[in-house]
């Protein structure tokens, strides 16, 4: 019964965590539940015999030591124990003192029994827990990162954009790493770049200090000792420009800013006809390259640049006269970039202690209408009713340019006697006979060499009757051999060798002259020398007006020292130009700037063969795209030739007269001039043999006056009104038709005539791309919907693909 008694006690000790307190007077054991817990009644039974015994917990009576049974039994007189007798009172007491040791460590074996059963499930439940928190932990390692990266995430976008909208609207530049976007007014991106590529992006800027700050709203941003960089914008509501200039701080260090060449922003155009003859400088490569007019055998630039280039979806760049400009375009790095650096040559005049790089980004809905925009619209001013009529001459009528000789003697009053002969017998509109510069015996003489011409005048008189103008071509050079030359030294009318004092003329060699000194039309005194001359040759001779051949930027001499520092070699061209425009010329020979009409600009002397052809296609749009719209091409069949290629500047000398030209090239040639601004001849058709050539030639005139003309009459005042050129790439007609702004191969003569030429060899069928509306066939005068390909489609070797533009309303 007392084992019964103790295994419920344990049990309520480990299920309560109970405490016990035992009765030494009663011999009972009473257990203590803490009070908050509710406990119900719990009794525990002895079998039959013992019913009587039991035992109650908070009840009123107490379990004793002794039970009844036992009580009814006679205690024995002694007991021996541990040799020591005991009384039965004595055993009594003593059983109570053991029984509650016994008691005790029950109660301690309960215990220990209560901490074990507890651990048991605690170890159970801990191993469960410890995994959970292990996946809790790293969930919540993994949300503090993420937490830390959104934090920083945000900091560094909300500083970005505190920074976007704390310049200028649609323009997005963080100045830690010089990233800029600009933006349409959709918010969709039209260009982004890195400004400042040579500056480290450990290097930060800061505000620059109020002395260094503009009044005229300009953002202003230095990197200590090394650049400073303004930004301004100015919204003309139909479209917005930003203006970019960076001031370099120190010594070595070159400000460069570069653009994507994305594909998904559009195509880049413009500056000027390149050494790869690509059509689009998006698929160009080269390496930075002083920006100036050259040869294209040798140079990057062809005879005509100008420091503007626009982008097919609505973006342009015009970069300022005054940055000594170098170009790149990589397409592995897919960047346009643009140096202010200063040179030996080129740029050899520091206009600024330190390079400076300044240009402007202009944006708007079109790229049709940025160009408009973008490119001269005074070429109306000042032009007079004769200056007019000498620019529709040259667009109706041919310029016939004096075949070259193999020996000066060679060319003589006989000479374009006879060459005036065969063009009467050819049958061709009349026009404007060319007559190269050795019509003087050296070059810089500005007086007819009497040897070869002592009649000259009569013979001059006699073309002017027969319904021909003449024209004399001019050169800014005096040979050393020249008379002129002497008196232009003693007279200080030449540029000078730098660092000379203007006591050493500085030569150079240019065509037929191997030595020759150049005029320096800075100085007034050899503008006034020179038109004095001019117009002498005018009254004497009456001549109608002048060829300016002024060579390009590479012809002048390497440590040329003008009166008036030079922005570029260039600006000598320019200048010159602007100086005799009273004096009256056709055209120019090269040009950094639009000449002021009638003068028309002349491409670079082309190669008489088929590369030569598409050389010609490519330089007329070119030229139209950067804002010249009078070009006057090469000769028909090409302007000399050459079989290799050439490393080294060769114009020194005169390239000799092309043999005949091969007869189906020289057809090719005769089509696609028909529908230039101008046409000029050479080598006349009537020298290949049987009539063949002169029914061509004939049929090509009728097509020229008849379709061309007109167009070319109506587009002219457009040009002139809005800068936009006679000649225009398909994209002119229909900005947002992607076929049209990678065909290379057309173009359009206002927005009225679509044309495809043949431009290689054996070929009588081509691939024709026709832009949106209703077009007429100008072979078989079939109408074709636009917006389409015509494949394989036939152009026999006397013809040439054409098409005419239908009324809106036309149908089949």
Not at 200 to 227: T, Y
Request: charged residues 25%; glycine residues 6%; neutral net charge.
């Amino acid at each position: 019964m007392i084992v019964q008694i103790t295994i419920a006690a344990v049990k309520v000790l480990i299920i309560f965590s109970t405490r016990q307190v035992v009765d030494d007077i009663s011999g009972s054991v009473t257990i203590s539940v803490p009070p908050e817990i509710n406990v119900p009644r719990i009794q525990i039974q002895k079998p039959d015999d013992d019913s009587d015994d039991e035992l109650e917990i908070h009840g009123k009576r107490r379990d004793r030591f002794r039970t009844r049974r036992r009580a009814s039994i006679a205690p024995l007189p002694a007991l021996r124990l541990n040799d020591k007798e005991m009384l039965a009172s004595d055993f009594d007491a003593y059983s109570v003192a053991s029984n509650q040791a016994s008691i005790t460590s029950v109660n301690s074996l309960a215990s220990l029994l209560r901490e074990k059963m507890q651990a048991f499930p605690q170890m159970i439940r801990k191993k469960k827990r410890e995994t959970k928190d292990y996946k809790i932990k790293i969930f919540v390692i993994i949300m503090f990162f993420m937490i830390i990266f959104l934090i920083g995430f945000a900091y560094v976008g909300y500083h970005r954009k505190l920074l976007t909208y704390s310049y200028f609207e649609k323009i997005k530049f963080n100045g830690n790493d010089r990233i800029l976007r600009i933006l349409s007014r959709d918010e969709k991106e039209v260009i982004s770049g890195q400004l400042g590529k040579t500056i480290g992006m450990d290097n930060k800027p800061f505000h620059c200090l109020e002395d260094n700050r503009k009044q005229d709203g300009s953002v202003c941003m230095e990197w200590n000792g090394i650049a400073r960089l303004y930004m301004n914008f100015l919204d003309k509501d139909v479209f917005r420009c930003y203006t970019i200039k960076w001031q370099s701080l120190s010594a070595g260090n070159y400000p460069t800013d570069c653009y994507e060449l994305k594909r998904n922003n559009g195509l880049w155009f413009g500056g000027g006809i390149t050494k790869s003859r690509e059509w689009s400088l998006s698929n160009d490569n080269f390496d930075f390259t002083p920006f100036s007019s050259g040869d294209l055998k040798v140079h990057q630039f062809g005879n005509g640049v100008k420091r503007y280039f626009i982008n097919s979806i609505g973006v342009a760049i015009q970069i300022s006269e005054k940055t000594p400009l170098h170009l790149s375009i990589n397409t592995t790095t897919n960047e346009f970039c643009m140096r202010a650096q200063n040179d030996d040559f080129t740029f050899v005049n520091h206009l600024t202690e330190l390079p400076e790089l300044e240009y402007k980004i202009c944006t708007t809905d079109g790229m049709k209408s940025l160009h408009m925009l973008m490119t001269q619209k005074i070429l109306w001013d000042g032009l007079k009713v004769s200056d007019m009529q000498i620019i529709k001459s040259l667009m109706f009528e041919p310029v016939w340019r004096t075949p070259h000789s193999e020996t000066m003697e060679s060319f003589n009053e006989t000479t374009i006697y006879n060459y005036s002969e065969d063009l009467i017998a050819l049958g061709l509109p009349l026009g404007h006979i060319l007559i190269n510069e050795f019509w003087q015996e050296n070059v810089g003489d500005f007086t007819v060499d009497q040897k070869r011409f002592p009649n000259l005048f009569k013979t001059i008189d006699l073309l002017h009757r027969r319904g021909f103008k003449i024209v004399f071509t001019i050169q800014p050079f005096i040979s050393t051999d020249s008379e002129n030359f002497k008196e232009a030294v003693r007279k200080k009318l030449l540029i000078y060798e730098r660092h000379s004092e203007r006591s050493i003329p500085a030569l150079t060699r240019y065509k037929s002259s191997s030595s020759a000194g150049v005029l320096d039309i800075t100085n007034n005194a050899s503008v006034y020398w020179l038109k004095e001359k001019l117009e002498k040759l005018k009254a004497d001779y009456k001549v109608n007006s002048f060829y300016l051949d002024l060579g390009t930027g590479y012809n002048l001499p390497h440590y040329y020292q003008c009166r008036q520092t030079l922005d570029n070699p260039d600006m000598y061209a320019k200048l010159f130009t602007e100086s005799l425009e009273s004096v009256g010329f056709i055209g120019v020979s090269t040009a950094s700037s639009v000449p002021k009409p009638p003068a028309f600009l002349s491409t670079q002397p082309l190669n008489s063969s088929w590369d030569g052809l598409k050389e010609l296609m490519s330089t007329v749009m070119n030229y139209g795209v950067i804002g010249y719209p009078l070009i006057l091409p090469g000769a028909v069949g090409g302007d000399y030739w050459l079989n290799k290629t050439m490393t080294k500047m060769i114009s020194f000398y005169s390239l000799g007269q092309p043999p005949e030209p091969d007869e189906e090239l020289y057809i090719r040639w005769l089509q696609l001039m028909t529908f230039m601004p101008a046409m000029q001849f050479s080598y006349l058709p009537s020298y290949y043999k049987g009539d063949q050539m002169k029914k061509l030639a004939k049929d090509l005139a009728i097509i020229r006056q008849q379709t061309v003309n007109p167009v070319l009459d109506k587009t002219l005042s457009e040009s002139l009104n809005e800068g936009v050129p006679l000649i225009r790439p398909l994209w002119m007609l229909d900005p947002n038709d992607t076929s049209c702004l990678s065909i290379s191969d057309e173009f359009s003569v206002g927005e009225e005539l679509i044309v495809a030429p043949i431009l290689d060899p054996g070929v009588e069928e081509r691939e024709v791309y026709l832009p949106q509306g209703v077009w007429k066939d100008g072979i078989d005068s079939s109408l074709r919907k636009g917006s389409r390909w015509i494949h394989n489609y036939k152009v026999p070797r006397d013809k040439i693909a054409f098409f005419t533009k239908m009324p809106d309303k036309t149908r089949f």
